[in-house]
Structure formats: C-alpha cells, structure tokens
C-alpha cells in the first residue's frame, strides 16, 4: 500500500494519459487503482456514490441538458437568437458562455458549447473548447450567489460581498489575459439583419427559465433536495424548447443516439466515485497534517484545483488548515483571495473538471490538446498572482 498522496500523483498522471479515451470509463478506473494503491474501500466508495440521492439526480440533470442543448441546437433557435442579438464574433465569444456560468445548473458546458460551435465554427476544436471552459467561469468568480463563494465566506468569516470586490480586479485581469491569449486572434465579423432583442430573449426562454424556476424555489423554499426542482424544470424546458422549435418529441432519441447521452451522467458519477476514494484514502488528512505557509497553501491550492475538479473541497482543506496555523477569523482577505484564485485555476485545466470533460467530448477533441491552448491563459494568470502575492508580501 502506497501513501495516499503518492498514490493519488500516481492515478492523476495515469488518468491524464489515458484522457483520450472514454473519460467516464478513465475516471471510474482510476478510482480504483486509487483505492488499490491508498488502501482505501472502493466499494463502500461505490456504495456512497451510488446511493447519494445528489448524485444520481444530478446524472439525470447532465442528461436533461445535454437533450435540451441538442434540441436547442437541432432547431436553430441558439443560432437565431445570437443573429438576433447582432454582436460581434468575438465579443460572443467572450460575453455568451461567461453569461451561461452564471446559471446554477450543473453541466451547464452543455449550453454553451453548440452556441461557442455555431458563432466560429472553422475554429481549431481544441481552442474552441479553452474558450467555452474559460470564459463559463469568470463572472462565476465573482458571482455572489455561487456555492463556493457562500461556503468560502461561511468557512473564512469574511462577508460574502467584500469577498465579491476583493475577486472583482481578479476576474478582470483573468478576463483580458482570455482575449489576449484565446480571442484576439479569431477573425471578426458583424451579423446580417436586424437586431431584435425580443426574437433573442423568446429563443433564449427554454435555456434560462429553468435555472430560474431553481434558483427561485431556492431562494424562497430553501428546499432539502433543489435537484429534484430543477430536473422536473429541465423537463419543461425541453417541452418548450421542442414547441419553439417546432419538433416532434421523437427526435430527442435521435439526438441522445447523436450525442451518446449515456458519457454525461457516466462522467457524473465517475467524478463522485473518484472523489469518495479521495476522502476515504486519507489523502486530504495528510495534506492537514503539515505545517504550510501562505505560499505554499497557494501552491497547493492548485494542485487540489486540479486533482479533485472542484473548489468546495479544496477550501475545505486548505481554509482550516490555515485558520489552525493563524488563529484568526476572520481570515485576511488577501491570503483568501490567492488561495482561491489558486483553486480555481487548477480546477479549469483538470479532466475531472465536468466543463472541461464535457467541452472536450462535445468538441470530439483529445483532452491533451485542450491543454496546450488552455495552459497559457491559466500559467500566465498564475504567475501573475503568484507576482502579486510577493510584491503585497514585500510591502506588509
């Protein structure tokens, strides 16, 4: 039996390599090797993935989206209400996926990758995805009604709107090294026709109604299971958007055959899978246990980022550990502000993350090519961090 955190290196880098194949089947088999190696139980790992009531109601949303989004797509209405909204393409391409991740539905990737393929479809498939994967999270970063931000403030002590203006000149930078790095050289274009906002909001109805029906029932009924909401809300979008669209409700088998609807609520359950083995393994016990500076805890921020593919958990390590070492709440608003941002950017590149596991099968794309383009916006917006982090470490 090897160490855990060594054990986890191990399945990471293997997972990587293997990422060209079928990324649920990749993900599902690297869970075990995990527990092979931590010693971990990978079926009471099993048991608890496949009996979370979340988790298997977030694999019927995956899938839901993913129906939704083809018919969206199939109908043309997506095409349509960008024509109707008259911006440029560039301008699309930076405004459309980042206005989609605000949405609170889970696999949301789903929305905005046909409309990334419909505004410049002769874009190479690789940087098409870094686009969609990038530009979906960066109002998200400063979003307060986002999940991690809410935990992040509970967790730190740090009012949840202070934390919102302390992302605010992050978000920015992050934005502009985007059209640097991904945008600036797409050729431009302006739409023929006229602009009609109301044409494009009717489109946009079957997208939007149900994550506002979610976030609704949330805010008002603070329900014990949301999930359950919003997949009876993805039904009727479908419902509406096939009645747009003027389709009957046999294509939605003609597109699940398309689009291989099974890979959505797979790659689902394969992330849930590989995360129990993560906490069962004792990996983030060891992390715990160690003595770590600010820097460091950036550091590792991004690489918990970018081996779990999600933020909550990677705060719930690193957060406690340096409030243990510096007995203070609430937390300084700058060294949260690092390690956050830290997270987030080790969570865009990794296949574990959905958008990018999602993007790259929508795209039909090889994940390592995904991370040739996608590594420069993130390793540029790193280092610049970790340069204000010095230059704010040298003047305090």
Not at 10 to 34: C, D, R
Not at 166 to 191: A, H, N, Q
Request: hydrophobic content about 60%.
């Amino acid at each position: 039996m090897l160490p855990a955190w060594l054990s986890f290196i191990i399945i990471i880098g293997l997972v990587m390599i293997l990422s060209k194949y079928e990324l649920g089947v990749t993900l599902s088999l690297g869970a075990v090797g995990f527990a092979f190696l931590a010693g971990a139980n990978i079926i009471q790992s099993f048991t608890n993935a496949i009996t979370d009531l979340t988790v298997l109601l977030l694999m019927l949303i995956v899938t839901l989206i993913a129906i939704l989004g083809g018919i969206m797509e199939e109908s043309g209405l997506m095409i349509e209400m960008i024509r109707k909204m008259r911006i440029s393409r560039k301008t699309s391409l930076m405004v459309i996926p980042a206005l989609y991740g605000l949405l609170p539905v889970a696999g949301g990737a789903l929305m905005s990758a046909p409309i990334v393929e419909q505004i410049d479809s002769e874009e190479e498939a690789s940087k098409k995805v870094s686009i969609n994967v990038w530009y979906r999270h960066m109002l998200i970063v400063i979003y307060p009604l986002s999940s991690a931000l809410i935990f992040a403030s509970d967790l730190t002590g740090i009012n949840l709107y202070i934390i919102v203006l302390g992302l605010l000149p992050c978000m920015i930078i992050m934005w502009l090294i985007g059209y640097f790095t991904l945008i600036k050289d797409v050729s431009p274009f302006s739409e023929l026709g006229e602009r009609d906002f109301k044409r494009a909001f009717h489109n946009m109805l079957p997208i939007i109604i149900a994550p506002i029906i979610d976030i609704v029932i949330r805010i008002v009924f603070n329900p014990r299971i949301p999930e359950l909401f919003l997949s009876v809300a993805l039904i009727f979008s479908i419902g509406l958007a096939l009645r747009f669209g003027n389709l009957k409700i046999s294509i939605i088998k003609i597109i699940s055959k398309r689009m291989k609807i099974w890979r959505f609520p797979l790659i689902i359950f394969s992330m849930f899978l590989f995360l129990e083995v993560f906490i069962l393994s004792g990996a983030s016990d060891e992390i715990a246990s160690l003595n770590l500076s600010v820097f460091l805890l950036i550091l590792i921020g991004f690489f918990l980022g970018f081996a779990t593919g999600r933020i909550q958990l990677p705060i719930s390590i690193l957060i406690p550990i340096y409030l243990a070492q510096n007995a203070t709440i609430p937390m300084p608003l700058l060294d949260f502000i690092f390690i956050y941002v830290s997270i987030s950017l080790g969570y865009l590149i990794t296949p574990i993350h959905p958008c990018v596991t999602y993007s790259t099968d929508y795209f039909e794309t090889d994940f390592k090519k995904v991370v040739v383009i996608l590594a420069k916006p993130i390793f540029i917006s790193f280092l610049i961090f970790i340069g204000f982090y010095w230059l704010f470490f040298l003047l305090i």
